[in-house]
Every structure is written in C-alpha cells, then in structure tokens.
C-alpha cells in the first residue's frame, strides 16, 4: 500500500552491486518523473539515464565518492533548462498542437506569450531556479515510483554540479544538473541506516490548522 511505503523507503546508504534493477521497472521510475507536473506544463529538465560504468565512477568521483551511484543499477540526473527562451517555451505549445491538434494553438499562444513576457525579462539564475524546482517535483514522483517498485533509490544532492555538467557534457545542451537519484537494492547487512526509525517532524509540529 502506498502509505506504508512512505515508510518502507529510506536514502540507501549501501546497494547490494549483485542485484540488478529490471530495465522494465527503471523506465517506470523515469516514467513517472516524465509525467510529474510543472508549473505551466513546461517541463524544464532533461532526465539523464545513466548506466555505463566508467561514467557513474566519474560521477561518483564527483559526488564525494558516494558509492550507491556505482552500486546500485543506475543513476537519473536532472538537468534543469539553465534559461528560459523563446524557442523552449515555443516547444511546449508545439508540443499541445501536436497532441491536442492545431485548433489549441491559437488559444494556448495568449497565455505562453504572457509567460515568456513574464520569464524572459528576468536573470537567467532566477529561471534557471525556477526550473530546477520543477525537477524536484519530478524528483518526488521518482522516489515514489520506485518504493512502488519494491526498489531502493538514493535522491542525491551531495555532487558537485559542474563537475556532473563536464561529465554528462550538460552546458553544449543548454543544461545544468540539480539533483540525481541512484537506483538499486539495498544492502541490508551493510546499511547502516536499514534498521534505523524514521525520524520525522510530528504533525502538530509541521502542520498549522486554519480553520
Ligand atoms: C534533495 C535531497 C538531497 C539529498 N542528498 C543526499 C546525498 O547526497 N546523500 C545521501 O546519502 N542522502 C541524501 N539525501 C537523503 C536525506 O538525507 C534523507 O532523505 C533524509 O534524511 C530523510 O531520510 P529518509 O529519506 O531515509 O526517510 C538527500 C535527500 C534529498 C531529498
């Protein structure tokens, strides 16, 4: 059930290298990611599917040496879009044409006009944080994915960006890496924080009732 796996999931500390992530369950997890919502549906990443050896060992590197980016299956790193520009908040207005048909074209052109108005008028950091808040929601979605999944994940902010970006070659594509999730099975035996509680805020101390 999905509300005991809230509780089932933890960030794994150690994955077991023997035991391999199915390709079947690895694209669900991405699949979920993909299909997170965003803010005006524009969906400003790039999920990097990364499973080659030599480059999770760089990445690894580049993560203080964190080695569930090794042990586990595979690594999803997202890259938010480092700008808003014409040409991308363009592409999801093609993108609705495409799916919904041309005939939305003309009413969805008033309301991304407005957003680019509104986006490209302001600095490419504050954007470019814009955007990367959207990969966190997709981020959510991941890890939740795989707990239904029965699979261990790892979400990751201890990375040096730039390094991530020269690796996955991320700034030629207009991209620049937030936020990565490792993916693959436990090692039980060898995590640390497997048998540990789950420490979290109450909900009188985290929630405020208005009523
Ligand atoms: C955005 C984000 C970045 C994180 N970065 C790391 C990390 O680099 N390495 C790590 O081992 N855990 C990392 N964590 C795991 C958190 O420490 C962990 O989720 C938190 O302590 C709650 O514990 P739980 O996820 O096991 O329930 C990160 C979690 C999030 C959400």
Known sequence: MFYEKLDWRYATKAMDASKVVSPEKIERIVDAARRAPTSSGLQPFQLI???NNDIRAKLSAAAFGQKQITDGTAVLVFAAWENYTDENISSVVDLHAEIRGEEVREALNGYYDNL??????RDAQTNFEHAARQAY??????????????????????????????ILGLKEKGLKSVVTLAIGYRDEPSD???PQKKVRRSRDSIVTDVK
């Open 49 to 51: 599917l990364v499973t």
């Open 116 to 121: 680019k108005a509104m986006y490209l008028a």
């Open 137 to 166: 929601i997709a981020l959510g979605f991941a890890l939740m994915a795989a707990a239904e999944e029965g699979v261990d994940t790892t979400p990751m902010e201890g990375f040096d960006p730039a390094q991530f970006d020269e």
């Open 192 to 194: 640390w924080l497997a």
